[in-house]
């Protein structure tokens, strides 16, 4: 089945720039979602269909997808930033969702 | 407002049985497409099952034959029964609403039951 991979984890100074990439075989070719889960909480949807925001999530979180590589970058990072990401797509063959293993995005 | 809450999660010998309840409030569990979502210790997020509108559901493999996904319009309600629990089921489990056609996704979770299976 479809495999999508994620560094396991990546460290950000505040203020700064973290891009978070989910590699897989023409996943530019695919539709690509991101979630974000915080210690204790639930999942949140922050960027679906490549690169649009449900509403209430900040503009600082954008998406891209082109190629073998899917990105979410989130700009001016904060504190309350920190958490898992994780990159999902659709498998349409078998009718389930494929998520990445996870980057557990942290701030210094 | 899209609410979900989870219940039914406990310690479980291995062996053993468990339903899960997803009760809905805000929408209608049986106009939408509905997935079990798990999440276990120091592992990422896995998915389990899916019901659709029309009824039909499919399932992750390590859980096929042994877990069941089912709804209750008027309790507006998802369920998921655990039979022949093991030890790797051990996980938080999640209840998402989904959306889109083409691009299928979660746009709401519950805050998840904990299910540990363990002697």
């Known amino acids: 089945s479809y495999v999508l991979t994620q560094p396991p984890s990546m460290s950000v100074a505040p203020g700064q720039t973290a891009r978070i990439t989910c590699a897989g075989n023409?996943?530019?070719?695919?539709?690509v979602h991101w979630y974000q889960q915080k210690p204790g909480q639930a999942p949140v949807l922050v960027v679906y269909?490549?690169?649009d925001r449900p509403s209430g999530i900040p503009e600082r979180f954008s998406g891209s997808n082109s190629g073998n590589t899917a990105t979410l970058t989130v700009t001016r990072v904060e504190a309350g930033d920190e958490g898992e990401y994780y990159c999902q797509v659709w498998e349409n063959s078998w009718d389930h969702p494929v998520f990445g293993g996870g980057t557990k995005l942290t701030v210094l | 407002e899209v609410q979900m809450v989870e219940s039914g999660g406990r310690l479980v010998q291995p062996g053993g049985s468990l339903r899960l309840s997803c009760a809905a409030s805000g929408f209608t569990v049986s106009s939408n497409f509905m997935s079990w979502v798990r999440k276990a210790p120091g592992k990422g997020l896995e998915w389990v099952s899916v019901i659709y509108s029309d009824g039909s559901t499919y399932y992750a493999d390590s859980v096929k034959d042994r877990f069941t996904v089912s709804r209750d319009h008027a309790e507006n309600t998802l369920y998921l029964q655990m039979n022949s629990l093991r030890g790797e089921d051990t996980a938080m489990y999640y209840c998402?609403?989904?959306?889109?056609?083409?691009?299928?996704?979660?746009?709401?979770w519950g805050q998840g039951t904990l299910v540990t299976v363990s002697s």
């Open positions: 023409n996943v530019g070719g695919r539709t």
């Open positions: 998402a609403r989904g959306t889109g056609v083409s691009s299928s996704r979660y746009d709401s």
């Open positions: 269909d490549d690169s």
